[in-house]
């Protein structure tokens, strides 16, 4: 026993090694490949419940061996030392645009994007849900809990956490094809009392309605990235801040605009740099794509590039853990745009790709 215990470290040390030498031996794009994900798949949520393990919650899967996409209700965990994926108990329900966050190694899904109406079995919008639930990984068990207060159900926020409490801002209540919503609603979710609790007036709600968007917590302060307000194109550059010391303060906007407006990104925060990647609602592309990179400092509010992402993608979530930000899975090309997949016809294209930044 003592000699496996012993082997099973050396490798799970040797893994975290291989993985950290490839992000040094890569300076000249800081990107390294990591194991696919099970399936293609993007609009899932992404989070860390602890250091060595990241989920991945509901989103749009390929339907069979077609181009065309299906709601999911998977949940998958990717082990970082090992870089393995492993497939657990599904979400109680199919969503996409999932809230997600972890607290105290729990994973916490506040509300989404659920099927709506149909019309000869045909579902013709995505509406919000306001189910919430909770799990737990060590019992791979999901548990109910108090839903969205009415009249805030959404999908699509930007979610940041500090301690026991986990703030969403912004989100959308219907997708369709012709026609997608904003909102400018801020709520928060106690996790130790299981309560959605009320904020005060002047941080309930953004300067600008915001969905699609990306951002986090860092030190006491809660930054909504970029995103988009009412459809693909109408994309944003700002940054807003909210001290959550001072809540009665407000919202501020920050001096520093990111270079490329874009919504459908993803980032994340290692120290006090926020870095954000990809998005969709792009002219200049054939797919509709963003590829940029770039990385916001909080002291100083000034924006710097970082390139291109090897695999320029949307509609995923990153998670920042152990000094590297992973990006698994995302849509290849924006959402609705018709393009050509080996002479098929696609209006969506997930993809399994995974991989992460190390700054």
């Given at each position: 026993?003592?000699?496996?215990?012993k082997?099973?470290?050396?490798?799970?040390?040797?893994?975290l090694?291989?993985?950290s030498?490839?992000c040094?031996?890569?300076n000249?794009?800081?990107?390294?490949?990591?194991?696919?994900i099970?399936?293609?798949?993007?609009?899932?949520?992404?989070?860390?419940i602890?250091?060595?393990?990241?989920?991945?919650?509901g989103g749009i899967?390929?339907d069979?061996?077609?181009t065309?996409?299906?709601?999911?209700?998977?949940?998958?965990?990717y082990?970082?030392?090992?870089?393995t994926?492993?497939?657990v108990?599904?979400?109680?329900?199919a969503?996409?645009h999932?809230?997600?966050a972890?607290?105290?190694?729990?994973?916490?899904?506040?509300?989404?994007l659920?099927?709506?109406?149909?019309i000869?079995?045909?579902?013709v919008?995505?509406v919000?849900?306001?189910?919430c639930?909770v799990?737990?990984?060590?019992?791979d068990?999901?548990?109910?809990?108090?839903?969205m207060?009415?009249g805030?159900?959404?999908?699509?926020?930007i979610?940041?956490?500090?301690?026991?409490m986990?703030?969403?801002?912004?989100?959308?209540?219907?997708?369709?094809?012709?026609?997608?919503?904003t909102?400018?609603?801020?709520?928060a979710?106690?996790?130790?009392s299981?309560e959605?609790q009320?904020?005060?007036?002047?941080?309930?709600?953004?300067?600008?309605?915001r969905q699609h968007?990306t951002?986090?917590?860092?030190g006491?302060?809660?930054y909504?990235?970029?995103?988009?307000?009412?459809?693909?194109?109408?994309?944003r550059?700002?940054?807003?801040e909210?001290d959550?010391?001072?809540?009665?303060?407000g919202?501020?906007?920050?001096?520093?605009?990111?270079a490329?407006?874009?919504?459908?990104?993803?980032?994340?925060?290692?120290?006090?740099?926020?870095?954000?990647?990809?998005?969709e609602?792009?002219?200049d592309s054939?797919?509709?794509?963003?590829?940029q990179?770039?990385v916001f400092?909080?002291?100083?509010?000034q924006?710097?590039?970082?390139?291109t992402m090897?695999?320029?993608?949307h509609?995923?979530q990153?998670?920042?853990?152990?000094?590297?930000?992973?990006?698994p899975?995302?849509?290849?090309?924006?959402?609705g745009?018709?393009?050509?997949v080996n002479?098929?016809?696609?209006?969506?294209?997930?993809?399994?790709?995974?991989?992460a930044?190390c700054?």
């Amino acid at each position: 026993m003592r000699y496996s215990l012993k082997l099973v470290s050396t490798t799970v040390l040797g893994l975290l090694e291989l993985v950290s030498a490839a992000c040094s031996a890569n300076n000249s794009s800081n990107w390294v490949n990591l194991a696919p994900i099970p399936s293609p798949r993007q609009e899932q949520g992404t989070v860390a419940i602890n250091n060595d393990t990241i989920a991945i919650v509901g989103g749009i899967v390929l339907d069979g061996n077609t181009t065309n996409t299906v709601m999911t209700d998977l949940l998958q965990l990717y082990d970082i030392p090992s870089n393995t994926w492993k497939t657990v108990t599904p979400v109680p329900y199919a969503v996409n645009h999932p809230n997600v966050a972890a607290v105290d190694g729990k994973l916490y899904l506040l509300g989404g994007l659920v099927m709506g109406r149909t019309i000869s079995g045909i579902s013709v919008n995505w509406v919000a849900s306001g189910d919430c639930r909770v799990y737990d990984a060590t019992k791979d068990t999901w548990t109910e809990l108090s839903p969205m207060p009415n009249g805030t159900e959404r999908g699509s926020a930007i979610v940041g956490v500090r301690g026991e409490m986990v703030y969403l801002a912004g989100g959308m209540t219907i997708l369709q094809d012709t026609y997608q919503d904003t909102a400018d609603t801020v709520t928060a979710f106690n996790t130790t009392s299981g309560e959605w609790q009320r904020l005060p007036a002047a941080a309930a709600v953004l300067p600008e309605g915001r969905q699609h968007g990306t951002g986090a917590v860092i030190g006491n302060a809660f930054y909504v990235v970029g995103g988009r307000w009412f459809g693909q194109t109408n994309t944003r550059d700002t940054v807003y801040e909210l001290d959550l010391t001072d809540l009665e303060a407000g919202w501020q906007t920050s001096k520093g605009h990111m270079a490329v407006a874009r919504g459908g990104l993803n980032g994340g925060a290692i120290g006090n740099r926020f870095y954000a990647f990809g998005g969709e609602g792009n002219p200049d592309s054939t797919t509709g794509v963003f590829g940029q990179s770039e990385v916001f400092d909080t002291e100083s509010q000034q924006w710097t590039g970082l390139g291109t992402m090897p695999v320029p993608r949307h509609g995923t979530q990153a998670a920042a853990v152990g000094g590297r930000i992973y990006i698994p899975g995302g849509g290849l090309q924006q959402d609705g745009k018709l393009v050509y997949v080996n002479g098929v016809r696609s209006f969506m294209q997930p993809t399994a790709h995974f991989d992460a930044f190390c700054p």
